[in-house]
């Protein structure tokens, strides 16, 4: 059994069917990837897109586990170039071949 299907509530497969049944985009991505994609496609895409079945979506992860991965680092962070960066300095040199210029 897959995931999604263990965390559909029937009202959000309800809003999901009708959808379907009134979007020939969505009829036709139903054909083309199956039901159990669909469903998989409706918990992803499907919730980010329509607000109906984002409303009816299980908050995953759930928002207790949401506040610590979104908290905010304890480190300081880093510039990723500058004077403050914690990259070496690189030194470019010239080039010592005269034929470049031939190009």
Not at 15 to 32: H, K
Not at 44 to 64: D, H, M, Q, R, Y
Request: aromatic letters at 4%; a negative charge.
């Amino acid at each position: 059994m897959l995931i999604a299907h263990s965390i559909t509530s029937s009202d959000f497969r309800s809003r999901l069917d009708q959808l379907t049944a009134t979007r020939p985009d969505l009829e036709a991505l139903l054909y083309l990837i199956g039901p159990d994609k669909m469903l998989e496609w409706a918990h992803t895409i499907g919730v980010a897109t329509e607000a109906e079945l984002a409303a009816l979506a299980p908050p995953l992860p759930p928002v207790e586990m949401r506040r610590i991965v979104a908290a905010q680092s304890e480190r300081p962070s880093s510039p990723l170039s500058g004077r403050n960066s914690t990259y070496r300095p690189v030194q470019i040199c010239e080039s010592s071949s005269n034929n470049a210029a031939n190009w």
